[in-house]
């Protein structure tokens, strides 16, 4: 019989929160009792978990050592809260990043560095990178594993849910306002965004980067364990609600030809290979990736004048695998091996 626990969820008014939660729905972990947790303004609400009406309690008034873990779904939450429940005895699992940059703790990708997890006690908390981070790194490696790594350069098209609910309404709002012949209003956005593409997601610093870029290749460095590894990123908002999209062109060690690359990704946990181009066959966010447990990989393409380069394009449901999918099973596994 496998090991379970006992968990607690923080956060659950938002989108983050959501995407758990039908997660949690349709698949089985090792939880034992879930409790549902927002503040007092949010509780309340009893949303269905496994065919039953569960209510979200008061996080104020939460005794944390009724549990053994804890995921934050919500990063304020998590910045005022996951030290009370370390205290408590509970690991905490950070979903959403208010931890992510703190050296001290784990960065981890279920997939694809597993082991960072043996440092999870010493500090209490373990953090899940962004979901473009997850996206990328589940895709490349296997391709890694068999030729190694020399750089990578990665352009990300990201839907409005990479950055939170409110960007989400302000497209929707736009889109109406615009196909009913009325003037976009910009909202949440310093220029318009339905029908449009935005090259910058953040302010941009003093080298042209913006945070997301930065970030983005931080942490690839980071949990690859490759800190002088050359990462460029480009980080684009496109007009659509869910999903995001990737194009990347790898440069490995050691020759890999687009034949054993697919042979390589087909085999690969995570990942679903979709390269029939000719006859429409690529994934896309929409009508692939979008309610998807995979990462989708398609036109793998070698550089005719690099035989160590190699483009592919990826696509994921930003908020179902990106984030929810790999912060249980993170989870998961601290329950199996360090609980």
């Not at 990328?136 to 490696?141: E, G, H, I, K």
């Not at 062109?249 to 020759?255: F, G, K, L, V």
């Given at each position: 019989m496998s090991k379970t626990r006992d968990v607690a969820l923080v956060g659950m008014s938002g989108l983050v929160g959501e995407?758990?939660?039908n997660v949690l729905d349709e698949q089985d972990f090792a939880f034992g009792q879930i409790h549902l947790l927002d503040t007092e303004e949010r509780a309340g609400g009893r949303p269905m978990l496994k065919g039953q009406s569960q209510r979200v309690e008061v996080l104020e008034r939460f005794d944390f050592s009724r549990v053994a873990l804890v995921l934050f779904a919500d990063a304020q939450l998590a910045a005022d809260w996951a030290q009370p429940a370390v205290a408590a005895g509970c690991l905490v699992v950070d979903a959403c990043g208010a931890f992510r940059h703190e050296a001290e703790v784990p960065l981890v990708v279920a997939e694809v560095n597993p082991q960072a997890l043996e440092g999870a006690r010493q500090r209490g908390i373990v953090a899940c990178p962004d979901a473009q981070v997850v996206?990328?790194?589940?895709?490349?490696?296997?391709l890694i594993e068999q030729a190694g790594l020399q750089s990578v350069t990665v352009a990300t098209y990201q839907s409005m849910s990479t950055q939170g609910n409110d960007e989400v309404e302000a497209l929707a709002l736009q889109t109406g306002r615009l196909l009913n012949g009325q003037p976009a209003e910009k909202g949440a956005f310093d220029k318009q965004a339905a029908f449009n593409l935005i090259p910058r997601i953040g302010e941009v610093e003093e080298d042209g980067s913006s945070p997301a870029e930065r970030r983005l290749a931080d942490d690839v460095r980071r949990i690859l364990a490759l800190p002088q590894?050359?990462?460029?990123?480009?980080?684009?908002?496109?007009?659509?609600?869910?999903?995001?999209?990737?194009v990347m062109?790898?440069?490995?060690?050691?020759?890999l030809t687009t034949k054993r690359a697919a042979t390589l990704l087909r085999k690969a946990p995570g990942v679903k290979l979709l390269d029939k181009p000719a006859a429409g066959g690529y994934p896309t966010p929409v009508s692939d990736a979008t309610g998807s447990d995979q990462v989708w990989v398609g036109r793998l393409r070698q550089d005719s004048f690099d035989p160590l380069s190699i483009s592919l394009w990826v696509v994921s449901d930003n908020l179902r695998k990106g984030v929810a999918l790999n912060s249980l099973a993170v989870a998961e596994l601290l329950i199996k091996d360090y609980l």
């Open positions: 995407a758990l939660l996206q990328t790194l589940v895709a490349l490696q296997p590894l050359p990462v460029s990123a480009t980080c684009v908002l496109v007009p659509t609600f869910f999903g995001s999209a990737q062109q790898i440069r490995t060690r050691d020759p």
